[in-house]
């Protein structure tokens, strides 16, 4: 059948920072053509296509539909595959190798993390489910 | 073709989301 993209609405101008990634202004409508768990998602609108963050777009036929996954308190084990020095208070820093616990998958790719019981927000980008290969 | 997506995290949500009632 024929493929459906999903439309989504810019909540907020973003400039991009990349060649890859495309800017928004607050109200243009895009088709999503990738969801990326990084929290980039591919998109397009008109003639232009790249990779737009999640966090700056919201659901044009359901705004107030939450599409986060719950929460999961025991906790998901994964390993850092890159350092990450906070730049918020609610970021967790981290060097490459440790092992965390991921406890909320958020679709803007900054995960909830416990690391020695202390939690916060890191990039999912940075982070591999443990026990595989790079 | 799809590129790759950026090697880098995006930003965090905009003031604009964080300001939306949970």
């Given amino acids: ?134 | 073709t799809i590129k790759q997506p950026p090697s880098n995290p995006p930003p965090r949500p905009p003031v604009e989301a964080r300001k939306k009632p949970s």
Avoid at chain 1, 59 to 76: R, T, V
Avoid at chain 1, 120 to 127: E, M, R
Wanted: charged share 25%.
């Fill in chain 1, 1 to 134: 059948g024929p493929i459906i993209l999903q439309t989504y609405r810019a909540i907020a101008d973003y400039a991009k920072s990349s060649s890859t990634e495309m800017a928004l202004a607050t109200g243009d409508v895009v088709d999503v053509v990738e969801k990326g768990e990084s929290g980039w998602w591919f998109c397009q609108m008109k003639t232009k296509r790249g990779w737009v963050p999640a966090s700056y777009l919201e659901p044009l036929d359901s705004p107030d539909e939450a599409e986060d996954p719950e929460p999961n308190y025991a906790g998901e084990p994964y390993v850092t595959i890159k350092a990450y020095t906070a730049l918020l208070e609610d970021e967790l820093t981290l060097q490459e190798g440790e092992n965390i616990e991921v406890i909320h998958k958020l679709l803007d790719g900054w995960w909830v993390i416990r690391k020695d019981d202390v939690t916060g927000y890191f990039p999912s980008i940075y982070l591999q489910k443990a026990g595989q290969d790079i």
